[in-house]
């Protein structure tokens, strides 16, 4: 497994397992139990998966010691000020029934980040969490924390696959040493991603699928990947993409698939922000 190293010194692995959309308890703690078996050290849950106590469970059941593992959860936007992120950051430790987190993250760019950042910033001095990060952020977002507070972000988990590239967003995050993360690094398997022609005539030189290809399109753009999937055979062929290597050619006709725009929704459309945080910021302001 290929390691990356984070801008305070850590150590992570560049390719992970994603837990999103495992509602079925039983399920994602047999996910996680196989893919750590499969080799997957790093695991990425969060708050808002309602499924940490699940991740909690696999980690303790898959006999591998807790070091050598990667443990990456997020902090939910109705927690996101000072005194509720203090919490929030407790709970995800008692819901996983770890001593540290190995990355938190901010999961959005919304409520009261500062001061949340703030208290991410303690439970780090504190030992409790060995780096912090940011999720969904722009570049003109994370200038303005890294600008107001005093320690830098690590990470910032956003949207990368072949049909939203996010060059310059990746570009920005890299100049600041920042590393990028990708979620849904499969779009979802939206528009055909697992059996579109031009990414297919890239994997029969190798022997490779298209999930493969694509995967090793972003580990070559320095990019850390998590992609999900409750398939042994499916988690087994998603780790399976460290003995081939893109040319430079390949990786311009990847390059060239991009559709510009999110597949799931605009971060920064106002409708959508209201639609699907709006719950979640009213519950924060009631809270507060
Ligand atoms: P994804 O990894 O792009 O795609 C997962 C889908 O692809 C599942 O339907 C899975 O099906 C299928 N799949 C996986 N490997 C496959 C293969 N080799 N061949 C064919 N189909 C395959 O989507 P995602 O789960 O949304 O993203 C990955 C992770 O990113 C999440 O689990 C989560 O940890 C993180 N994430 C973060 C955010 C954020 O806001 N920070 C948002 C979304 C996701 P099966 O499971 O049935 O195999």
């Not at 059996?195 to 090793?216: E, F, M, P, W």
Request: proline share 2%.
């Amino acid at each position: 497994m290929d390691m990356v190293q984070l801008n305070n010194g850590v150590q992570m692995p560049q390719l992970g397992f994603g837990v999103f959309q495992m509602t079925d308890l039983a399920e994602c703690e047999q996910a996680v139990v196989d893919a750590i078996a499969s080799g997957y050290r790093l695991i990425d849950t969060a708050a808002a998966y309602h499924n940490e106590a699940a991740v909690g469970r696999a980690i303790k059941r898959s006999g591998v010691a807790r070091e050598e593992l990667f443990i990456t959860s997020k902090l939910w936007v109705s927690d996101a000020s000072y005194e509720r992120a203090k919490k929030g950051i407790d709970q995800s430790l008692q819901n996983l029934g770890v001593d540290y987190l190995d990355l938190y993250l901010l999961h959005q760019p919304f409520g009261d980040v500062i001061g949340a950042w703030r208290a991410l910033e303690e439970a780090y001095k504190a030992g409790k969490i060995r780096a912090i990060g940011v999720s969904n952020f722009y570049a003109d977002q994370l200038k303005n924390l890294i600008l107001s507070t005093d320690v830098k972000p690590v990470i910032n988990q956003i949207e990368v696959n072949p049909w939203y590239q996010e060059h310059s967003e990746v570009a920005f995050a890299q100049a600041e040493e920042i590393q990028v993360e990708a979620w849904a690094p499969f779009a979802e398997g939206k528009h055909n991603i697992f059996t579109d022609d031009r990414i297919a005539a890239i994997g029969s030189r190798y022997g490779k699928s298209n999930g493969q290809v694509i995967l090793r399109w972003l580990l070559q753009r320095g990019i850390v990947v998590i992609p999900k999937s409750v398939h042994q055979n499916r988690m087994a062929e998603n780790i399976n993409v460290f003995d081939f290597e893109l040319t430079t050619a390949e990786m311009a006709t990847m390059n060239d698939l991009d559709k510009g725009e999110s597949q799931f929704f605009d971060h920064r459309d106002p409708a959508a922000i209201e639609q699907i945080f709006g719950t979640s910021l009213a519950a924060l302001k009631e809270n507060k």
